[in-house]
């Protein structure tokens, strides 16, 4: 049975016609071509398909849209603002935190709703809120590096405005 | 060149691809949607060992949705496999079933549930047969092969070898031990599945984009198994989610994928799900191994004699080669005069295991510096300060005729040392532990290991003697320059590293380097991003390349500024004269009149390794134009109660001969480190039965940022004449030390041995147990295989002969 569904992804509207038991994920990539969020493990686990909804992070693999009708749904497409990127993906570029890149996104997601809470985040605050993303490249060291500069430049510029 | 000459190299810029990386605008395999795209599903075999009687797929046909349905009987009867000499896999079985999870049916259909569905209503009628799920089982049962051919019933390859007289070296010893290991399998774990796009257009040629680390070998196979001429087909390999060595050889799904489109008409994507990366596996050799070295009093060592019995699972995959690794390479690391190596790879009812990261010589480096630890103390030596007296002498053979060029082990044991405070650390944590450390449960401890890795092989998968490496260095007329090379990015970089070799030649910005990489219609071949080659190979052919380049442009510039071409340097997109820097021409400017006078500005650049190979039977595998260093100090804490290890340091000192981008090295080495925790603590590739344990993310425990540690990278630069401004590899050799270095530290911590990986805390607790009961406290293997080895072939040994003339290769000129 195919319901429409109508989602606010990135600041816009957008509607699909999917199979009820068709998961956000799959929504996301196959009917709004938005294919930045990837998949790993399909069951939960891995949160290479973490998006934000309404600022948490949510896995993708395990989300129905037709549960989440209504709310704000950002994936890292969504994160750079005006051909600016989001402090974490300059820091993310600058530090070679990401290098097969399949990773990224999820954990991109995952540490922008952990700053959002917790502007200036210890080293093992960061370690807790990314343990549930795994990442087989990099043994994680210039992740942490980069959230923690992106913290501390998102730090800075809060306190100049 | 000094190190302050250089513009690019050395410096800690982004990657050339990071950008598109962290926007999500990367498009990997299973992000293509093509127009009229269809999707395919493999049916694969639920025996482990089956002969097939039938195959009813009619129900599947008539299921609306569904637009094809293949099994072998509709694909040439092909058999192919990455190595010549193992040609032993169908992409769809015909006759048998080797493993649960062999393909023996497909299906295309308009959407991925209606193929699935389509697979289910597919019927397989079979024969089941003995399962044999382990070296012990295989051997047991001769009566029942898995395959036909091979170096007797069930065993895939058998090895020896000797390089002179190790029974004259144990008797001149002082000390010689004989220790038994095992080293569990694992699995890559890529954090993408593996994916394929396939398109046979009406043309009929064939496109193919895969997530693939050699599109050059998946090139060659899609000629021979698709019976189709090479010359119609396109491979592109997509930028690889994490590869390990877990794409690097030719699949089913491929294959199949290409039939379905030819078929349907349609591009065919088929996406495997992780269950099937598992099962499809080509992961780490499960090793069983017995090791027997002869010490003087002082530590040096007389002899080494190593045997190892691979678990190969149902195919031949890389095995041969991987055989070959368990043996050849611990003689680069220590000096070893004389050293004999049997080895036997083993067919079972499992999926077939292949190269991962440190391909073959991961296992058998975790049983010589875990024996080097247990000589050490025995005799009284300090663990650094004995393999610092070991270390391999530069710029000679080995026993086994390999030629070593730069060693920079000596400085790493240093620098791993100093940076730890190994030296205080190793007294005082035993010794002085206060009352209250006693007390607690938690034992702290520090070990020590160290490690070589071959800088790409020296000889190619299919013997020919074309280069291993091309690239194609072309200029635009607004000062860009293109860049086409076979090699695959994975996410090591292999981008980037030929963006800033290319621009440092050229004196411009690596963002004018426009790369093209991994696609066999526009590029020129390169083997494929395994066995730590690309940095090393693509990165002479780029230098090549780019140099003759810009020879071209200096010959035009020299006209114009009337000066000789030998006074000319490109630094800051710019070429002239340095004293007279003013004159100086743009480098868009130095493209045009290059163009004028040369016509288009279009050169090749290509490597071949030096031809080093031992002159023996077997001397292919194992030379390298140089080989990587890396020693490695763990500091973690044991729970006595319950087994629990917790890292709580790891330096690592790696001779990288030279940093081409610091950046890319550390994130090289920190990653190779945290694969090696996750084998030596908690990864394992099991069967419960004939099936998978283990087959999803769920079961399978790999480290997450809670299990590792800070990670402590020094790099050590020896400049190796060989490499690309002295560059050697550093995405597979610094995982090696890590897990002997685990085992070693908890040893130090309890006073236990535990010989085989992964170290879980089940088996912690036992060997404490025995502790307590006051018998040997060791837990490991008990028993090896019976099987006979080949009578070795007898060579000379090479040791400490000078090496062979360096910089000596094909096409350098």
Known sequence: ??????????????????????????????????????????????????????????????????????????????????????????AFVELGAAQCGYCTPGILLTAMALLAERPSPTREEVREALAGNLCRCTGYTKILDAVELAALRMGRQEART | MTKNAFAVIGRPLPKVDAWAKVVGETKYADDLFLPRMAYAKLLRSAHAHARIRSIDTSRARALP????????????????????????????????????GDPVAAVAAVDEETAEQACRLIEVDYEPLVALMSIFDSLAHPETRIHEYGDGPNVHKNVALQFGDVDAAFDAAHLVREDVFFFEGSNHLPMEQHAAVAHWASDGKLTLWSSTQTPHYVHRVLAKVLETPAAHIRVIATPVGGGFGGKTDPFSHEIVACQLSRLTGRPVKITLTREEVFYTHRGRHPVLMW??????????????????????????????????????????TYKIPVYKFEGARIFTNKPPCGPKRGHGTVQPRFALECQLDKAAEQLGLDPADMRRRIVAEPFTKTANHLTVTTIGLGECIDKAVEASGWR??????????????????????????CSAYLTGAGTAIYWNDMPHSGVLARADRGGGVTVLCGATDIGQGSDSILAYLTAEVLGIEPKDVHMHPADTSLAPVDLGSYSSRVTLMCGMAAIQAAERLRDAIFAAVARKLEVSPASLVARERKVGVPDDWDKAVSFARAVELGEALH???????????????????????????????????????????????????VWIAHDIGRALNPLLVEGQVEGSVYMGIGEALMEEQ????????????????????????????????????????????????????????????????????????????????????????????????????????????????????????????PFSS
């Open chain 1, 1 to 90: 049975m195919k319901v429409r569904v109508a989602l606010n992804v990135n600041g816009e509207s957008r509607e699909a016609l999917v199979p009820v038991h068709k998961t956000l994920l799959e929504v996301l990539r196959e009917d709004l071509g938005l294919t930045g969020t990837k998949h790993g493990c399909e069951l939960g686990e891995c949160g290479t398909c973490t998006v934000l909804v309404d600022g948490e992070p949510v896995l993708s693999c395990l989300a129905l849209p037709v549960e989440i009708e209504g709310a704000h749904i950002t994936t890292v497409e969504g994160m750079a603002e005006g051909g600016r990127l989001h402090p974490l993906q300059q």
């Open chain 2, 65 to 100: 949705g569904v637009l094809a349905v293949v099994t072998a009987a509709d694909l040439p009867r092909v058999k192919f496999g990455i190595l010549p000499v193992s040609q032993d896999e169908e992409a769809l079985c015909a006759e048998k079933v080797r493993m649960v």
């Open chain 2, 291 to 332: 090791i027997k070295t002869g010490f003087t009093k002082q530590g040096d060592i007389t002899g080494c004699h190593l045997r190892t019995w691979l678990d190969g699972g149902a195919y031949g995959s890389y095995g041969v080669a991987s055989t070959f690794y368990t043996g050849v390479i611990n003689p680069v």
């Open chain 2, 424 to 449: 205080d650390k190793r007294a005082r944590l035993r010794v002085s532990a206060g009352p209250a450390a006693r007390r607690s449960p938690k034992k702290r401890g520090l070990g020590l290991a």
């Open chain 2, 599 to 649: 016509g288009v500005l279009a050169f090749p650049g290509s490597y071949a390794p030096p031809k080093r190979a031992g002159k023996y039977k077997g001397g292919g595998v194992g030379p390298s134009p140089c080989y990587s260093y890396s020693a490695c100090v763990v500091e973690l804490t044991v729970d006595e109660d319950t087994g629990a290890v917790e890292l709580e340091h």
């Open chain 2, 686 to 809: 099991v069967f419960r039965k004939t099936l998978h344990k283990l087959p999803s993310m769920l079961d399978y425990k790999s480290p997450t940022t809670l299990e590792t540690p800070d990670i402590h990278t020094i790099l050590v630069e020896t400049d190796d004449p060989e490499g690309p401004f002295g560059a050697k590899e550093a995405g597979q050799g610094p995982l090696l030390p890590v897990i002997p270095a685990i085992a070693n530290a908890i040893h130090h911590a309890l006073g236990i041995r535990i010989d085989e990986v992964p170290i879980t805390p089940d088996k912690i607790l036992k060997a404490l147990d025995l502790k307590r009961a006051g018998k040997p406290a060791r837990v490991g293997p008990e028993r090896l295989p019976l099987l006979t080895f080949k009578v070795p072939l007898v060579v000379e040994s090479a040791f400490g002969e000078p090496a062979d003339a360096v910089v000596s290769r």
